[in-house]
């Protein structure tokens, strides 16, 4: 309301300014002329002294809309650069969010493919359990920030996640082999040395066979190996079996 006020009251000036420049003007016009009347007798013609009057408050305009248009164009300029800036800042941001999204996803991807770890830490497969099940209610939070433009959302989807997982790993560690009973925690037992024997490399192929059986029968019924921890599994028994049929051989 004062900003509109200011405004008129400027331009009323402004006005004022212009009429008073062209009066000024004009009377100056005037004397010089009756001087030159009264002088050599010479008469200027009348559109003149219009042209006297009318010359300042159309430089006074002319001036004036030339350093409103030049504000105006700075202010588009302006408005463009941050406009430009701020779309650097979300990409950047947003760079950086996936990132971070990259980096806690492969964290937890150990937990997917590590038969190790997940012998180690049986219960980080168990999605009953409210702890794991944050872990994966986080991520599925991750995938749909993930269909958006907002870096902000994703950051905090991501920081979500990173504090599901920090709590799902304690949780495994304090847990450890604690919630199994003494014959499961016995076939977990005969699924490490299993998986030792087929990670050494210096096994004959029948016995990595046997090693393969025993690790996928001791697991049944207490950790249901993830996709990707199975194909991992295979393909380190396959190289297994190579590199046993190469000792043979030699």
């Known amino acids: 309301m004062l900003k509109r006020v200011a405004r008129k009251i400027a331009a009323a000036a402004l006005a004022l300014f212009a009429f008073a420049s062209g009066m000024v003007v004009l009377g100056v016009y005037a004397l010089i002329s009756f001087a030159a009347w009264a002088v050599w007798g010479a008469v200027p013609p009348a559109y003149t002294f219009v042209l006297a009057f009318a010359v300042p408050p159309l ?6 809309g030339l350093v409103f248009t030049v504000r105006r164009t700075s202010k588009g300029l302006q408005a463009r650069r941050g406009l430009r800036v701020q779309s650097q800042a979300r990409s950047a941001s947003w760079e ?17 493919t590590d038969v190790s770890l997940l012998i180690e830490y049986p219960v980080m497969t168990d999605y009953s359990d409210p702890v794991i099940r944050e872990v994966i209610v986080a991520m ?18 991501v920081d979500r996640f990173d504090v599901a997982l920090r709590t799902a790993e304690n949780y495994a560690r304090r847990c450890g082999q604690s919630r199994l009973t003494e014959q499961e925690r016995s076939k977990l037992a005969t699924a ?20 393969y059986r025993t690790l996928r ?33 030699s």
Do not use: M
């Open 217 to 249: 029968g001791s697991l049944r019924g207490i950790i249901d190996l993830p996709a990707p921890a199975a194909a991992d599994l295979e393909s380190r028994a396959r190289e297994a079996r190579l590199l046993g049929s190469a000792s043979v051989s």
């Open 140 to 157: 599925q939070g991750i995938r749909e920030a993930e269909r958006g433009t907002d870096p902000d959302r994703l950051h905090l989807a």
């Open 192 to 211: 490490r040395a299993a998986l030792n024997l087929i990670l050494d490399g210096a096994a004959a192929p029948s016995e990595v066979d046997g090693a």
């Open 96 to 112: 950086a969010a996936c990132q971070r999204r990259d980096a806690s996803l492969v964290s937890w991807s150990r937990y997917e």
């Open 59 to 64: 430089a006074i305009a002319a001036l004036t």
